[in-house]
């Protein structure tokens, strides 16, 4: 039986079986299922030929990481056996994360044991069920009817943590001006989209470049600021008439979370979901008293594991935004499987704008 499917997984080894409910993952992590047209059943909504699935579950391709900073490899492994709280996945394509890179490099917080898969979030379909499954509940997210694969690969991770940056942590309201860096991001259109066409604020989009600001206009910034041509602090000031912004999404780090960091409001909230820029910076503690600011940090993946409930909204809200057409996630690029290195260097190399995919097809 099969039936398709969306989410995420953390890259923890080769094979893509999920173990439900309370039971240790062999492999990925979470995942959805798009529910039947009747809406009573998630599992079982379409049946493949037995030869296929029997063919399919023989062996699969894994992009492997089998040494750390050197490039991917692609092996045909044997599947492992289905074990009775498990789900075997066939999937379609997979999100590409600047996380995906740091952990290839050991450098990100969660370190993986060689080789390992790398990888977050990926669509796709249900190929078998462990026959203790009955219903797919707890680690399984449904898309919704008119969400298609390759959008809802797209929207876990990037779409996850803007809405819990911007909704959970910094409570924005709607009228509210929020500024985002690296605008042009998978993470920075999100939120974007999140805050303009969700929350009704008003957004700032801050990014290196003419184009990538632009194209942060596009998605729904009422204004932008190109930071490689000036101070973004006094960017801002111009944007807000010297009143500041009330909250700032920062992905970038560095100097670029400073000056972001002096230009919020009174009462502001800067949530930081990241560092691209690779620089991690210290907060000034006297400037956070001076203006009753605050400083919020976004790990969204730990939500997992500490506050499942509200990890599991964002991706559930994120979704149904989706269907509605609330929200569409950019993605920017899309690779072949055997691309895979070519697709972790456009993000590397800051060529990409919003989210790079890897299809299976």
């Not at 994360?97 to 490099?105: E, S, T, V």
């Not at 909704?167 to 920075?188: F, K, M, N, S, Y």
């Not at 944007?239 to 920062?250: C, F, P, Y």
Request: with cysteine; proline share 5%; hydrophobic share 45%.
């Amino acid at each position: 039986m099969t039936a398709p499917l969306a989410g995420l997984r953390w890259g923890l080894g080769p094979g893509w079986l999920l173990r439900l409910k309370r039971c240790r993952r062999s492999a990925p992590w979470d995942l959805g299922i798009r529910s039947s047209a009747s809406g009573k059943e998630l599992l079982g909504l379409f049946s493949l030929n037995n030869d296929i699935l029997l063919q399919s579950c023989r062996n699969y391709q894994a992009v492997l990481c089998t040494e750390l900073t050197k490039p991917l490899i692609i092996r045909n492994l044997p599947s492992p056996s289905l074990q009775p709280h498990e789900v075997r996945v066939g999937v379609r394509y997979c999100g590409v994360n600047f996380a995906d890179i740091l952990a290839c490099k050991g450098l990100y917080q969660t370190k993986h044991c060689l080789p390992f898969t790398p990888g977050m979030e990926f669509s796709g379909m249900v190929m078998e069920t462990g026959a203790n499954v009955s219903t797919v509940q707890e680690m399984l997210w449904p898309i919704p009817e008119g969400v298609s694969y390759e959008e809802a690969a797209a929207l876990p991770v990037s779409y996850g943590t803007a809405i819990l940056a911007l909704d959970h942590r910094a409570r924005t309201q709607p009228g509210e001006t929020v500024l985002v860096t690296a605008a042009a991001g998978a993470t920075g259109l999100a939120a974007i989209d999140v805050a303009a066409n969700v929350l009704k604020a008003k957004v700032i989009a801050a990014a290196g470049s003419d184009y990538k600001c632009n194209l942060a206009l596009q998605k729904g910034a009422a204004h932008s600021v190109n930071y490689t041509q000036g101070s973004l602090k006094e960017g801002v000031k111009k944007l807000t008439d010297n009143r500041g912004v009330n909250v700032v999404l920062d992905a970038v780090g560095g100097d670029i979370f400073k000056e972001a960091l002096h230009s919020l409001a009174w009462e502001g909230r800067i949530v930081v979901v990241g560092f691209a820029g690779g620089a991690i910076p210290s907060v000034p503690a006297n400037l956070l008293l001076l203006k009753n600011v605050s400083a919020l940090g976004v790990f969204w993946g730990r939500y997992r594991e500490e506050d499942f409930p509200v990890f599991s909204s964002s991706l559930s809200s994120a979704l149904w935004y989706c269907q509605e057409r609330r929200i569409q996630p950019h993605v920017g690029a899309v690779f072949k499987l055997e691309e895979v290195n070519e697709a972790f260097s456009r993000v590397t190399q800051r060529k990409s704008t919003g989210k790079v995919v890897i299809s299976m097809k």
